[in-house]
T-cell receptor, first 109, second 118 residues
């Protein structure tokens, strides 16, 4: 069964700290993997996209990694800001989109 | 418009009533998706429209759910005889991609409609 799991379910960190969110998937076939950020009351917005051949991709303070062999991805946030408080959703694209349940990140001052 | 627009942003209804949710995709986007997001759950696929092709309705949970897309643009999701378990956020997304699951397909989401069935 095509599934995407994310951990932790929720995370609280202090402003300025780094954090790493995890995504494991069993989707096949695999085309690409995206991380989306969803602010409260808003729709998800794409942060990064990674294809099979890519290991690391950065977008500002966000760095995503992909290990296609172990079917794992991570999203690392550096020097967190209050505005990073949101849900982060891992989405794997194969024949269709499979969404993870998200990690709820709270950045406290 | 500049982005995907959904209306209403919030809808409270009584059990058994019908509701209509509207989505205005980004101009020129041929692909349109409806998803349902329940608290603590991943997005659940409902239906997919691509141009003038027959929609992929495989995600609709029951025959109480239906959707239309007129003129390849605006879409309406209709839920008949609403039940309490229909309470969720209904998200619409559009894309330029010409097929579902394309290698570079990027979804642009609206802000959703929060549906509450009392």
């Amino acid at each position: 069964k095509n599934q995407v799991e994310q951990s932790p379910q929720s995370l609280i960190i202090l402003e300025g700290k780094n954090c790493t969110l995890q995504c494991n998937y069993t989707v096949s076939p695999f085309s690409n993997l995206r991380w989306y950020k969803q602010d409260t009351g808003r729709g998800p917005v794409s942060l990064t996209i990674m294809t099979f051949s890519e290991n690391t991709k950065s977008n500002g303070r966000y760095t995503a990694t992909l290990d296609a062999d172990t079917k794992q991805s991570s999203l690392h946030i550096t020097a967190s800001q209050l505005s990073d408080s949101a849900s982060y959703i891992c989405v794997v694209n194969g024949q269709n989109f499979v969404f993870g349940p998200g990690t709820r990140l709270s950045v406290l001052p | 418009g500049a982005g995907v627009s959904q209306s209403p942003s919030n809808k409270v209804t009584e059990k058994g009533k019908d509701v209509e949710l509207r989505c205005d995709p980004i101009s020129g986007h041929t692909a349109l998706y409806w998803y349902r997001q329940s608290l603590g759950q991943g997005l659940e696929f409902l239906i997919y429209f691509q141009g003038n092709s027959a929609p992929d309705k495989s995600g609709l949970p029951s025959d109480r759910f239906s959707a239309e897309r007129t003129g390849g643009s605006v879409s309406t999701l209709t839920i008949q005889r609403t039940q309490q378990e229909d309470s969720a956020v209904y998200l619409c997304a559009s894309s330029l991609a010409l097929r579902q699951g394309g290698p570079n397909e990027k979804l642009f989401f609206g802000s959703g409609t929060q549906l509450s069935v009392l």
